[in-house]
């Protein structure tokens, strides 16, 4: 596991999120109306809507395309669909916001 | 410390659906506020009492019925104790006792005891063989008796009547129906309608005895026979008493709560004691007790709120229809279809088809309803007859129903009861009609419940009246009567009306507010309700209002329309549809530039720049040098426009001209659905503005204004609602009209059905004969036009941030 900084937590709207670049893909960095991050693919697993402009409410976001709802504790959507989106883990210093990505075994 | 730990206790009386729906809504605002102990007489889970009868004729097994089985109560938590009926409730020590001498404390309890079957008071009505038709155990009983044959005798041909006499048939009884007046459900139907009932019954094999009054039931040691009160007399084996219901009340009354014909409740279905509350066909509210199951659910919701301390919710009484569910007979009726004087009657009678409907009016609005045969406009009328609409204007169509060209099933496809199982009801999602009404057997009450199990209607929600209109078929009266009262979304109970209201009276200026004021159940909202409560707050106070972003969709968050690979399409702003070849060529320089992948003309005569990834929004706009054309938005689109007077040779208006100032008057404006419009300058209406939500028309003499008409997913002809002279007059009846839509409509209602629903008469009044109004109207509009700014000049400004780019590149 390898962490990343990414900006400040004031630069993710709360109830939105944003979007990040790297190796693994485009990863969406969500917020909920509490202040709690959350770190996803940002791939539907429906139709590869962008997660990143969805809504976010509690531990839910929804897809901005066609309305899937995915849990962002699990990465599963919630039914009657079915799929399943990969969660990262993403952590906060001070103002700083890390993600984590799946590093080099040695 | 002990104390502060434990939850108020809740004490639960009655295991039926009334009693279980009000835990069920408590669980959900509040679910660890009490500790629940359910005691039900019966030895069954709650289970779906509608379907007693397709039990009794072996449609359906019993299992089949069941709504909430043991796993459900022990999942959260609740204590049920069946087949032990309370006998006693201690108030002063604030526990019940049950028959066995257990006890259980409360601090708040719920009575939900429901009604029993009322027995005729005749000699011989507690012999073996005489059974009422009330629960399970009666249909149990019923079911085994049946197996012996012979002939069965009903006493009483209401509702309950008929739907024993249809399912003891199907068990192969010869079965006579004994009724004291002249046709069968006499309550429900008129003379005609009960002629043709009792015809199709008959055709059945069931013998009907009219105009006959019980005296007594005959036999030794059990049933023989039934004698009447003219000395007559029928043999009979059973004997089944369908006389009418009582509340259950014995209970409350021993423990001197206040009683009367059910136990006397307030609009919070509080009894006298406040810590007792009490639900269901056991309650008399404002003098009326109720016997179906839809105003049970009403009343669960509020009882569960005031459980949940929230407070908020009043029950005022119910509007209820009625259905018979007897296979293959259809029959709806609700309110008084009796008339009398100052009513009209519109009828239609098909007495080969075997169709009757009857509509009884009163100063132009739905008093009565009695549909025979053909119940599919059933939901439809009643929808009228609870919101008091004027009908006026859908009169002559009235008892065909709301069919339109081209129609897709918005409101009132009335196909939807002769469609095959395997007809799709949901194109979005491909759920056919047989899925959904096996998902609602399945204990499906409502349009929420619907989408989440099986999410048709969830998408673009044009199916939405099918799906309502199953609900309302396969539940018959248990559906629909809250439909007044359609909660915003499942974060909370409040209408969008009630929600509009708060936001106007309690001066709320942002979504956060809103949701805190009324204590919405998810804090953050949802999809559904995010958007809807930003938009009537801003429409509310537009200069005080907080536009929050985070509550709009991703369109209107990026200004610019997200598609199906994640890109955006730009679609500037050309007022009229009339550009100059600079402009063209500024726009073909930079779709070249950026390689922009498709480029095209929109339906609404624009220039659409297709696939742009979000990087790229605010370089392209900074480019183009246009405003944004909205074309994402809930806002006002385009208004399209002919050539006209200018070039066209049969033009007599300057159509060009009028849209480009109305475009100029109404851009940036914000609606609860897309608008479009458009200005013809002819007659031969080449802009097609009788399909625009607002339209003109150029006559000799001036325009002609269009309004509510729709060319998308359910075409509707626009109604022509005034003609004015000059330009000017057409800008400020549209701006009055907007803003009239503005106000009133729900979020992402259509002109179009909104139109239908007010109705043109009150439409009239205040945008075109009320002067005063009008202005007003005008000039709200204006003020909250006022207060918008072009988006994307904002973000090339820099002064609006869409996070076009990403938060971080991350190289490994």
């Known amino acids: 596991m390898q962490w990343f900084p990414l900006g400040k937590v ?69 039914p009657p669909d079915q799929g399943c989106v990969r969660t990262f883990p993403v952590r906060t210093e001070g103002e700083e916001i890390w993600l984590g990505l799946p590093g080099e075994q040695p | 410390m002990g104390n502060r730990a434990r939850k108020a206790r809740l004490v639960v009386v009655g295991n039926g659906m009334a009693g279980i729906r009000t835990v069920e809504e408590l669980l959900r605002m509040a679910p660890d506020l009490y500790e629940i102990t359910v005691f039900g007489d019966e030895p069954h889970p709650n289970y779906n009492r ?29 204590t049920l104790c069946t087949g032990s009926p309370v006998v006693q409730i201690d108030r002063v020590h604030r526990r019940v006792i049950t028959a066995s001498g257990e006890t259980a404390p409360y601090d708040r309890l719920l009575l939900a005891t429901g009604a029993a079957a009322a027995m005729a008071p005749i000699p011989g009505n507690d012999l073996p063989g005489v059974y009422s038709y009330r629960d399970m155990r009666d249909v149990e009983a019923l079911t085994q008796v049946s197996t012996g044959g012979g002939g069965a005798v009903i006493i009483g041909a209401g509702l309950l009547g008929l739907e024993v006499a249809h399912g003891l048939n199907a068990r192969g009884m010869q079965v006579t129906v004994v009724h004291r007046r002249a046709w069968p459900l006499d309550r429900q139907l008129d003379g005609r309608g009960g002629a043709m009932l009792q015809e199709a019954m008959e055709a059945r094999g069931i013998r009907f005895l009219m105009e006959r009054e019980s005296a007594a039931v005959l036999g030794e040691g059990r049933v023989e026979g039934l004698r009447f009160q ?70 669960a919701k509020v009882a569960a709120n005031h459980l949940a301390e929230y407070g908020r919710m009043r029950y005022e009484g ?46 132009h609005r739905i008093k009565g309803i009695l549909l025979y045969g053909d119940t599919s406009i059933g939901p439809w009328l009643f929808e009228h007859l609870r919101e008091e609409t004027d009908i006026s204007a859908l009169r002559d169509h009235l008892l065909f129903g709301e069919t339109h060209l081209g129609d897709a099933g918005h409101a009132g496809a009335n196909q939807v009861a002769r469609l095959p199982d395997t007809a799709e009801i949901c194109g979005c999602n491909g759920i056919s009609k047989g899925q959904i009404i096996s998902a609602i057997r399945d204990g499906l009450f409502t349009l929420e419940e619907v989408r989440k199990c099986t999410k048709a209607s969830a998408s673009c929600g044009s199916c939405t009246g099918l799906v309502e209109q199953l609900l ?31 936001i106007q009276q309690e001066r709320l200026l942002s979504v956060r507010e809103v949701f805190r004021f009324l204590d919405w159940r998810n804090p953050g909202g949802c999809a559904g309700c995010r958007p809807a409560v930003n938009y009537y707050v801003r429409t509310a106070w537009p200069a005080e209002g907080y536009d929050d972003a985070s509550a709009r969709f991703i369109n209107e968050r990026a200004h610019a329309n997200i598609q199906k690979d994640g890109t955006y399409s730009v679609i500037p702003r050309i007022y009229g549809g009339v550009t100059t070849p600079a402009e063209l060529k500024r726009i073909a320089e930079v779709a070249e530039r950026h390689a922009v992948p498709m480029v095209k003309f929109t339906g609404g005569q624009r220039l659409d720049l297709l696939g742009v990834p979000k990087e790229k929004l605010p370089a392209i706009w900074a480019e183009l040098g246009m405003p944004s054309g909205h074309a994402y938005g809930k806002a006002l689109r385009t208004v399209k426009s002919c050539v006209g007077q200018e070039f066209c040779r049969f033009g007599v208006q300057d159509s060009t001209r009028l849209a480009i100032d109305l475009e100029k008057n109404l851009e940036r404006m914000w609606a609860p659905h897309k608008v479009k419009l458009a200005a013809s300058g002819c007659p031969r209406n080449c802009a097609e503005s009788t399909v625009k939500d607002f339209g003109v028309i150029g006559v000799d003499s001036g325009w002609e204004i269009y309004i509510g008409g729709n060319g998308g997913m359910k075409v509707r002809a626009a109604d022509l609602l005034t003609r004015v002279k000059s330009e000017a007059e057409v800008i400020l009846v549209a701006k009055a009209f907007l803003q009239m839509y503005r106000e009133e409509a729900q979020y992402l209602e259509r002109t179009a059905p909104w139109v239908e629903r007010v109705g043109m008469a009150r439409i009239r009044e205040r945008v075109v004969e009320d002067p005063v109004q009008r202005e007003e109207l005008a000039a709200r509009l204006d003020f909250a036009i006022l207060q918008e700014r072009d988006p994307w000049a904002e973000a090339v400004a820099g002064r609006l941030d869409i996070h076009a780019a990403p938060l971080r590149r991350v190289s490994a």
């Open chain 1, 10 to 78: 004031n630069e993710v709207p709360p109830g939105g999120g944003r979007y990040v670049e790297t190796p693994a893909g485009q990863i969406a960095v969500l917020c909920n109306e509490e202040g709690t991050l959350f770190a996803v693919h940002n791939r539907c697993p429906h139709r590869g809507g962008p997660l990143s402009e969805g809504f976010v409410s509690g531990t839910t976001v929804f897809c901005p395309l066609h309305n899937w709802q995915i849990d962002l504790c699990s990465g599963e959507a919630l």
């Open chain 2, 50 to 78: 509608i379907l007693l009868t397709p039990v009794l004729a072996g449609e359906m097994r019993m299992e089949e019925t069941i709504l909430n089985d043991y796993d459900w109560y022990a999942g959260h938590g609740i």
């Open chain 2, 230 to 299: 003219d000395g007559s007399s029928i043999p009979a084996r059973i004997v089944v008493m369908t006389v009418g219901i009582r509340p259950r009340t014995g209970l409350a009354q021993t423990a001197g709560v206040a009683c009367e014909q059910g136990i006397l409740v307030n609009d919070t279905l509080q009894t006298y004691d406040p810590r007792i509350y009490a639900v269901g066909e056991c309650v008399q509210h404002r003098g009326m007790t109720y016997g179906l199951v839809a105003p049970l659910f009403e009343q």
């Open chain 2, 318 to 363: 119910s509007v209820t229809s009625t259905k018979l569910k007897v296979t293959g007979i259809e029959l709806f009726s609700a309110g008084d279809f009796r008339g009398g004087d100052n009513t009209e009657e519109l009828t239609l009678l098909d007495a080969h088809q075997g169709i009757y409907k009857k509509v009884v009016l009163q100063e």
């Open chain 2, 472 to 502: 309302a078929s396969t539940l018959g009266g248990v559906y629909g009567s809250s439909a007044r009262k359609k909660a915003l979304c499942g974060c909370t109970d409040y209408s969008h009306q009630e929600v509009r209201d708060a």
